[in-house]
């Protein structure tokens, strides 16, 4: 992303502030054309200012800051803004700090996904190669990690206990790939995924459930139990291999 201004000031020092301030962003950052040196005139008579043209021309995490800067104010949301690039990875991480950070990451997370979602677009339009994106604000990502971690082994224990398959609420996709990957080494086990987006989730299965039964459907055959076959108490019983879904 390239920005153009013309800017003027009493000096051409002046005028090059100016612009850096239109522009919100260091010297260092601007490639500065002197269009026109001032004039002092005679006794202030025929004075003209300075006019300089001050291109800025964004990184791919400058671009990134500045996008998601303005979209958190059009939020109601403002924030500080930390940024760290590293260019051999090509990954942007963004931290955020300031008030209401609990309106920033929202329900589980989908606010500052749907904010890191947008900002990764953004960043990498015109790019050559991709940048992996990532937002964040009060250590949420590594904490939410950890707990997708805990419910998976959990759910693990589950599943080897009841011998069922247990559905876990919708994800999104790096969440679901944290559960599988938690749960690849794990002894008697097996993940899968099923549904449609945004719906899709995750299912922890023993190893050794029939296929046809993972998905919570009953294998048909003689020998199965009858569907109005009650249980004391009135509980119909579950099918075995059949899944239980968890909201954890």
């Known amino acids: 992303m390239i ?4 800017a003027k000031g009493d000096s051409i020092d002046a005028a090059i502030l100016n612009a850096l301030k239109e522009l919100g962003c260091d010297r260092d950052e601007v490639s500065v054309e002197v269009v026109k040196k001032p004039k002092s005139g005679f006794f202030g008579f025929g004075k003209e200012p300075a006019i300089v043209k001050v291109t800025y021309q964004a990184s791919p995490a400058g671009k990134a800051k500045d996008f998601l ?3 958190l104010t059009r939020f109601g949301t403002p924030a500080h803004i930390e940024v760290s690039e590293n260019e051999e990875e090509k ?6 700090s300031g008030d209401n950070m609990g309106a920033i990451i929202g329900r589980r997370g989908d606010t500052l996904d749907a904010f890191q979602y947008l900002t990764s677009i953004v960043t990498n339009k015109d790019e050559d190669e991709r940048w992996r994106v990532t937002v964040d604000t009060e250590n949420y990502r590594a904490k939410r990690e950890a707990a997708l971690i805990a419910l998976a082994n959990k759910t693990a224990q589950k599943a080897l206990k009841y011998k069922k398959g247990v559905a876990l609420e919708p994800m999104n996709p790096h969440e679901r790939r944290i559960i599988h990957s938690a749960l690849q080494e794990v002894e008697g086990v097996t993940t899968y995924s099923t549904g449609s987006e945004p719906n899709r989730k995750v299912i922890v299965a023993p190893t050794d459930l029939p296929q046809q039964t993972r998905g919570g459907k009953k294998p048909s055959g003689k020998g199965g139990q009858r569907s109005g076959s009650r249980r004391r108490g009135g509980r119909k019983p579950a099918a075995s291999g059949t899944s239980i879904e968890i909201n954890e």
Not at 91 to 96: F, M, Q, R, S, W
């Open 69 to 71: 800067a303005g979209l």
């Open 3 to 6: 920005k153009v201004i013309e």
């Open 91 to 96: 990954t942007i991480h963004l931290e955020l």
